[in-house]
């Protein structure tokens, strides 16, 4: 049955922005985004607004009422309010303009100078970039994020919206590095980790550092060379070593295998090149495979492929066949 805009409670998009829905809930929010063009129009409308919001909800408060009475007693040393009856009588009128000049004046100083939102999204190239607080990162084809940094947050924030990316965090204690995705949320202070993203799944595989990745009251801490595969659907969690450097293929420029099974191999150069190699029997795909390819041509990898394990190379239709 699909959901229609007026189901949707902005309570519960904000709750799945925060990363505290429940699987079932998950499942209708996903159900009614699917449900039409319109609805998932309106999710990434939301999306940036309640970034913003809480961005606003964290910048520090002037404290009005400290600063008043700062310059009350300057005055009164100063002997400017000699007439303590007339003082008297407009102090409060007084306090009350001070007040909103400066609360109007921070609302001004904050809009002027806060750092909008930015979205980065790579199109059909790979592309790198280095954020307003020194991190770095490199997203994958077809990828996107939001980054919302501002000196005055306690947090440094991306939510990925597609695609996949690497992090080359910038460390800074007192500012945590967080990566958001469909209630997901992932922290760090400085590290380097890669985050894939496919609908309803994610995969954290972490370089160096640690990485805290949380869904709701799950919660499970990542050390260098570990790797969480997390289905949001159905909240399945798997934690395990990451055996391999397959995953930083589009920014190293190197497919690097090690006694790794052809198969994995087969689907990273899919993704490179894309190209639909299909291994033809069971045993070519567990064969292991120990090289580097260099960004070279995806005809000279073929042709490594098929020298080293004897194959038979056949194209048919917009498939390429081993066997």
Same mark, same amino acid.
């Not at 961005?55 to 309010?81: C, H, M, N, S, Y």
């Not at 930083?248 to 990273?268: C, G, M, Q, R």
């Given at each position: 049955?699909?959901?229609?805009?007026?189901?949707?409670?902005?309570?519960?998009?904000?709750?799945?922005?925060?990363?505290?829905?429940?699987?079932?809930?998950?499942?209708?929010?996903?159900?009614?985004?699917?449900?039409?063009?319109?609805?998932?129009?309106?999710?990434?409308?939301?999306?940036?607004?309640?970034?913003?919001?809480?961005?606003?909800?964290?910048?520090?408060?002037?404290?009005?009422?400290?600063?008043?009475?700062?310059?009350?007693?300057?005055?009164?040393?100063?002997?400017?309010?000699?007439?303590?009856?007339?003082?008297?009588?407009?102090?409060?009128?007084?306090?009350?303009?001070?007040?909103?000049?400066?609360?109007?004046?921070?609302?001004?100083?904050?809009?002027?100078?806060?750092?909008?939102?930015?979205?980065?999204?790579?199109?059909?190239?790979?592309?790198?970039?280095?954020?307003?607080?020194?991190?770095? +990162?490199?997203?994958? %084809?077809?990828?996107?994020? =939001?980054?919302?940094?501002?000196?005055? /947050? !306690?947090? #440094?924030?991306? @939510?990925?919206?597609?695609?996949?990316?690497?992090?080359?965090?910038?460390?800074?204690?007192?500012?945590?590095?967080?990566?958001?995705?469909?209630?997901?949320?992932?922290?760090?202070?400085?590290?380097?980790?890669?985050?894939?993203?496919?609908?309803?799944?994610?995969?954290?595989?972490?370089?160096?550092?640690?990485?805290?990745?949380?869904?709701?009251?799950?919660?499970?801490?990542?050390?260098?060379?570990?790797?969480?595969?997390?289905?949001?659907?159905?909240?399945?969690?798997?934690?395990?070593?990451?055996?391999?450097?397959?995953?930083?293929?589009?920014?190293?420029?190197?497919?690097?295998?090690?006694?790794?099974?052809?198969?994995?191999?087969?689907? +990273?150069?899919?993704? %490179?090149?894309?190209?639909? =190699?299909?291994?033809?029997?069971?045993? /070519? !795909?567990? #064969?292991?495979? @120990?090289?580097?390819?260099?960004?070279?041509?995806?005809?000279?990898?073929?042709?490594?492929?098929?020298?080293?394990?004897?194959?038979?190379?056949?194209?048919?239709?917009?498939?390429?066949?081993?066997?």
């Amino acid at each position: 049955m699909s959901v229609d805009l007026r189901n949707i409670d902005d309570a519960l998009l904000a709750k799945y922005f925060q990363g505290e829905t429940a699987p079932e809930e998950n499942r209708i929010i996903e159900s009614w985004r699917g449900a039409s063009a319109a609805n998932e129009k309106y999710f990434q409308n939301l999306l940036p607004i309640w970034q913003m919001n809480q961005r606003i909800l964290r910048v520090e408060t002037p404290d009005i009422d400290g600063a008043w009475k700062r310059f009350e007693k300057q005055a009164d040393a100063k002997g400017l309010f000699g007439n303590k009856r007339w003082w008297t009588k407009r102090k409060i009128s007084f306090a009350a303009a001070a007040a909103i000049a400066l609360a109007f004046g921070w609302f001004v100083l904050y809009s002027f100078y806060a750092d909008r939102p930015i979205t980065l999204a790579s199109g059909n190239q790979v592309m790198a970039d280095t954020l307003s607080d020194g991190s770095v +990162v490199t997203l994958n %084809k077809n990828s996107a994020l =939001i980054f919302a940094d501002n000196r005055r /947050l !306690k947090q #440094r924030e991306v @939510t990925i919206t597609k695609g996949e990316g690497f992090f080359n965090v910038k460390h800074n204690t007192s500012r945590p590095f967080i990566v958001r995705y469909r209630g997901c949320k992932i922290t760090v202070l400085g590290t380097s980790f890669n985050v894939r993203t496919h609908d309803k799944e994610i995969e954290v595989i972490v370089e160096s550092g640690l990485v805290s990745i949380s869904r709701g009251f799950t919660s499970i801490l990542l050390r260098p060379s570990e790797k969480v595969f997390f289905n949001l659907d159905s909240g399945r969690l798997k934690r395990s070593p990451n055996s391999d450097h397959l995953y930083d293929y589009y920014f190293s420029k190197e497919i690097k295998a090690d006694k790794t099974p052809l198969w994995k191999v087969v689907n +990273v150069i899919n993704k %490179k090149y894309n190209s639909k =190699i299909v291994i033809g029997s069971k045993q /070519l !795909k567990d #064969r292991q495979l @120990t090289t580097v390819f260099k960004d070279q041509p995806l005809q000279q990898i073929l042709d490594v492929l098929s020298k080293t394990y004897n194959l038979k190379v056949t194209r048919k239709n917009d498939s390429i066949i081993l066997e």
